[in-house]
T-cell receptor, first 114, second 114 residues
Framework: GAGVSQTPSNKVTEKGKYVELRCDPI?????LYWYRQSLGQGPEFLIY????????DSGLPNDRFFAVRPEGSVSTLKIQRTERGDSAVYLC????????????FGAGSRLTVL | QQQVKQSPQSLIVQKGGISIINCAYE??????FPWYQQFPGKGPALLIA?????SEKKEGRFTISFNKSAKQFSLHIMDSQPGDSATYFC?????????????FGKGTLLTVNP
């Protein structure tokens, strides 16, 4: 596609539920990134994929968070046992290669945990 | 520890004026310094970027000034327009093996009054 597509754009869930957030990167982009943006803050790095593998997941806050990219294109961020503190906008970005200067971000998935 | 400190938190400028946003960093391994512009409901978009081997970079009305010894850099928006009203984030990225990981400032909400 022309840009990075993220679904859903908005997700409201209850504490303790499981959620999945999907990212469809720009076609041909091998590098994919997830960032989390809390209200009034800058984006914070969560995880980086080069191809199918997670090259760096050091930003995932705890083991309730997991992300996959099984075919090297679409990625899914999975959050188990959601907590109110997980409420944020989850941004996905892609680039043509690792270390590329231009990251293209999607519009994000706004997660609200009640 | 906040590795990239951004100020001011918010800024109001009259149309035609100059907007100035400042950032300071701590990690001397950073070697790439982009600025992102974010409109409400959208993801951040790359505006302009600089590497530490130059002290200034200009693209149209946007200029980055970089002071390596002080570990500071700033964004200047000349002839500010209402359409420039957005949140601006400075960011920094290290070289070497972690050259995919952006660290963002907290953002500056710029309002340009007509």
């Amino acid at each position: 596609g022309a840009g990075v597509s993220q679904t859903p754009s908005n997700k409201v869930t209850e504490k303790g539920k499981y959620v999945e957030l999907r990212c469809d990167p720009i076609s041909g982009h091998t590098a994919l990134y997830w960032y989390r943006q809390s209200l009034g803050q800058g984006p914070e790095f969560l995880i980086y994929f080069q191809g199918t593998g997670a090259a760096d997941d050091s930003g995932l806050p705890n083991d309730r968070f997991f992300a996959v990219r099984p075919e090297g294109s679409v990625s899914t961020l999975k959050i188990q046992r959601t907590e109110r503190g997980d409420s944020a906008v989850y941004l996905c970005a892609s680039s043509s290669a690792s270390g590329a200067n231009v990251l293209t971000f999607g519009a994000g998935s706004r997660l609200t945990v009640l | 520890q906040q590795q990239v400190k951004q100020s001011p938190q918010s800024l109001i400028v009259q149309k035609g004026g100059i907007s100035i946003i400042n950032c300071a960093y701590e990690n001397t391994a950073f070697d790439y310094f982009p600025w992102y512009q974010q409109f409400p409901g959208k993801g951040p978009a790359l505006l302009i970027a600089i590497r530490p081997d130059v002290s200034e970079k200009k693209e149209g009305r946007f200029t980055i000034s970089f002071n390596k010894s002080a570990k500071q850099f700033s964004l200047h928006i000349m002839d500010s327009q209402p359409g420039d009203s957005a949140t601006y984030f400075c960011a920094a990225r290290p070289g070497g093996g972690s050259n995919y990981k952006l660290t963002f400032g907290k953002g500056t909400l710029l309002t340009v009054n007509p």
